[in-house]
């Protein structure tokens, strides 16, 4: 790991601060940060700790029922307060990694990270949460740009995640039985006015709407009504553990899946 | 370099830290405590899980700048105070839950992490917890009777 400068300011001012200064990086739990930096993949001059900042951890519910969840809430701290208001969002935290990852992890870093095969992408897309930085909002649909790739700016940090609760959801994640991560994960989400369908683990262009299984749901909430759809190989991620036909079909087969679970 | 200051086995410590000194660092190189160990320096085998406030961390995975002010807790801390072997150290020694013995540390503290949140665990409650505790000798079963003995439940449904 090469040396850096290191803050761990209290309050987001100071963040937004900090964050301005040349080759600065935010660091949420580490979780995916610090593997990087023992590699020496990021080398940033300065590293900001958003942990110490009171005002980003925590979920509470807003005034029109969405539930509101801090950047630097951890994996752990979702699984149990968002289970009451919104349990897909966290069985999905829970199952993430293991004890001490979801201990340390943050939603925050995971979306910002945006790994192809990470969990929350998948339910930030399906809930059309709204992503929120220290001055502007950004829907889910324009936030994810591709494997590690978001609408971020250099420096802006992601304050909180705001998702709309559906009448029903769930997620079923295939994992890769080594790493865990998700070999595809699917999130399903049914509102009053329609079924959302997002995709993670299978695309080379990372998380994704299955938009033809959302028209089929949402006509037909059932794992039936998705039975003569497929979907093309083309973009799919292919590897040591399974090819883009493979995925492809995974990728179904977890909707399927998701649909029943939700109900 | 910056100082740090936190709690360790009870005890207040102090030191000096660069940004990038893992906890795991700090404690095994700054502190002497040489019990939490680093197997992989990667975050997959949990031979340096500690404590963190009550919650269990993987020491190679976390700066001790991000410990300031923290109570950390790790296997030298386990003992009980009359340096006697804990319940769970014991029940550990008592049911061969070790071999080389090097992914103990890690394996006692989520032990003791999860037996704090779950003090009567299903045997699939175990294994799914140890999910990040990687152990190359003991085939695990033993490490799961071990847990389920310390939590006061019939050890015989551990899978044989
Ligand atoms: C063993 C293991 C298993 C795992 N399994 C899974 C899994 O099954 N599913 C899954 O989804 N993930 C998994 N992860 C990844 C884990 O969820 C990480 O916690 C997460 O991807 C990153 O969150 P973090 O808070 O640790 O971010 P960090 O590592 O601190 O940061 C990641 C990136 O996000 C940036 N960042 C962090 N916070 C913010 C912010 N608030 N605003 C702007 N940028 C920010 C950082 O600069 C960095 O680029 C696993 C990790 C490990 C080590
Ligand atoms: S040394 Fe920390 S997880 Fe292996
Ligand atoms: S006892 Fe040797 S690694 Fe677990």
């Known amino acids: ?93 829970g199952n993430i990694g293991d004890p001490a990852v979801r201990n340390r992890g943050t939603i925050g870093g995971s979306v910002a990270n945006n790994d192809p095969s990470a969990c929350y992408p998948a339910a930030v897309l399906a809930s059309g949460a709204t992503i929120k930085t220290a001055n502007r909002e950004i829907a889910a649909d324009d936030f994810f740009e591709g494997m590690f790739a978001t609408a971020l700016e250099e420096g802006e940090i992601v304050t909180e995640i705001r998702f709309p609760v559906p009448e029903k959801a769930a997620y079923m994640k295939f994992e890769q039985p080594a790493s865990r991560f998700a070999l595809v994960g699917v999130f399903v989400a049914k509102f009053a006015g329609g079924v959302r369908v997002a995709v993670t683990g299978a695309s080379e262009e990372g998380v994704f ?50 649909v029943a679970a939700a109900g | 370099m910056a ?62 700048a991000e410990a300031e002010g923290a109570e950390v807790t790790t296997i030298e801390g386990m003992a009980d105070a009359d340096g006697s072997l804990s319940t769970i150290q014991q029940a550990f020694q008592d049911h061969h839950g070790l071999q080389c013995g090097f992914c103990t540390p890690g394996m006692v503290m989520s032990a003791a992490a999860l037996l704090a949140e779950n003090p009567k665990p299903s045997e699939a409650e175990v294994r799914d917890y140890l999910e990040g505790n990687l152990c190359r000798c003991t085939g695990y079963h033993n490490i799961v009777k071990a847990i389920m003995a310390a939590s006061g439940q019939d050890v015989a449904i551990a899978a044989e």
């Not at chain 1, 935010?26 to 001059?45: E, H, S």
């Not at chain 1, 083309?234 to 040591?240: E, K, S, T």
Request: with cysteine.
């Open chain 2, 3 to 64: 100082k740090v200051s936190m709690s360790v086995n009870g005890k207040p410590v102090t030191g000096e830290v660069e940004g990038r000194t893992l906890l795991v660092q700090f404690l095994r190189e700054g502190l002497g405590l040489t019990g939490t160990h680093v197997g992989c320096d990667t975050s997959q085998c949990g031979a340096c899980v500690v404590h963190v406030d009550g919650r269990a961390v993987k020491a190679c995975a976390i700066f001790a």
């Open chain 1, 209 to 258: 709407r299955w938009t033809e299984a959302e028209e089929a749901l949402s006509a037909n909430f059932s794992p039936d009504a998705i039975s003569g759809l497929s979907l093309a190989a083309d973009n799919m991620i292919g590897d040591l553990h399974g090819t883009p036909e493979y995925r492809a079909h995974l990728a179904k087969v977890m909707t399927g899946r998701a």
């Open chain 1, 1 to 93: 790991m090469y040396a850096f400068e290191f803050d761990r300011p209290a309050t987001l001012d100071e963040a937004i601060a900090l964050m301005s200064e040349e080759e600065a990086q935010a660091l949420g739990g580490g979780q995916t940060l610090i593997p990087t930096l023992k590699q020496r993949l990021a080398a940033p001059a300065r590293l900001v700790s958003l942990t110490a900042i009171p005002e980003l951890a925590g979920v509470c519910v807003a005034d029109d029922g969405a539930l509101c969840v801090g950047a630097t809430t951890t994996h752990a701290a979702i699984a149990q307060e968002a289970a009451a208001h919104y349990p897909a969002l966290a069985a999905l935290a």
